[in-house]
């Protein structure tokens, strides 16, 4: 019996996982309940990152109008204004000693200790910037804010919301569009959430993954 629940429990992730898609047309009407968006915006909030550092701010972006002008920038895409929410990924820019320290005194301060406990650890990931290009550098804090997005769009999948990621806009534009580099930020990615149009041609696609020969390799 327990058996049995377990393997519905697996065969409904994967259900959702197929039934997901990269919504290309939104329901305008359909609107995502506060209860869920709350759920969504925790489930950012508790994303892991390496370290634990968060470099992250992700921008809920509710104006009608700045939504439009997003929409100006990403190719007019739809999603962005059709979809009941958008969220901009952004990442933080300094990622340095600056922010390394920043951390440890939030840390410090969540778990009632003194900053000097946290030197070592402080004085590991500071060691771990040593030597790498700033692009590099953020191209690793970017690969937090897409682990973040990941959970998002499974969390989207599990509630029966409709999502699409978005790469596709001028990142310099939305940034300017948001104000971005004033707040230390830039913008990497969007992921538009709502509920598919009736007649998204999109929803009823095959899904075109590579076989699991291809995509496994198995070492015994
Ligand atoms: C990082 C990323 C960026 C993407 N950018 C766009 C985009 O700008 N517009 C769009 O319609 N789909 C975009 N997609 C959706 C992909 O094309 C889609 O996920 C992929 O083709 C697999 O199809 P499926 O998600 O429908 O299963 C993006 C996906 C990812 C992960």
């Known amino acids: 019996m327990v058996k049995q629940q377990l393997l519905t429990k697996f065969m409904n992730i994967i259900e959702k996982m197929n039934w997901r898609y990269a919504t290309k047309k939104f329901d305008i009407n359909k609107k995502i309940s506060s209860e869920n968006l709350a759920t969504l915006l925790e489930v950012l909030r508790l994303s892991p ?10 921008i809920v972006v509710n104006n009608p109008d700045i939504r439009a002008k997003i929409k100006e920038v990403a190719y007019g895409q739809t999603q962005i204004t059709d979809a009941s929410q958008i969220i901009v990924f952004a990442n933080k820019t300094n990622i340095d000693a600056n922010l390394v320290d ?12 003194d900053v000097s406990l946290l030197e070592g650890f402080a004085g590991m990931i500071k060691g771990s ?7 590099d550098l953020k191209g690793w804090a970017a690969c937090q804010t897409y682990l973040a997005a990941g959970n998002l769009l499974t969390t989207c999948a599990v509630l029966d919301i409709d999502a699409c990621p978005m790469e596709g806009f001028d990142r310099s534009k939305v940034d300017e569009i948001l104000g971005l580099s004033s707040l230390g930020l830039e913008s990497k990615m ?28 198995e070492i015994n």
Do not use: C, H
């Not at 920043?102 to 200790?113: L, T």
């Open 49 to 58: 990152s390496s370290y634990g550092l968060q470099p992250w701010k992700f």
């Open 102 to 113: 920043e951390y440890m005194n939030f840390v410090a301060k969540e778990k009632g200790i």
């Open 129 to 135: 910037f040593t030597g790498k290009s700033i692009g």
């Open 190 to 217: 969007i992921v538009a959430m709502g509920y598919r149009a009736e007649d998204d041609a999109d929803a009823t696609k095959k899904k075109i993954r590579f076989p699991k020969e291809e995509v496994f390799i």
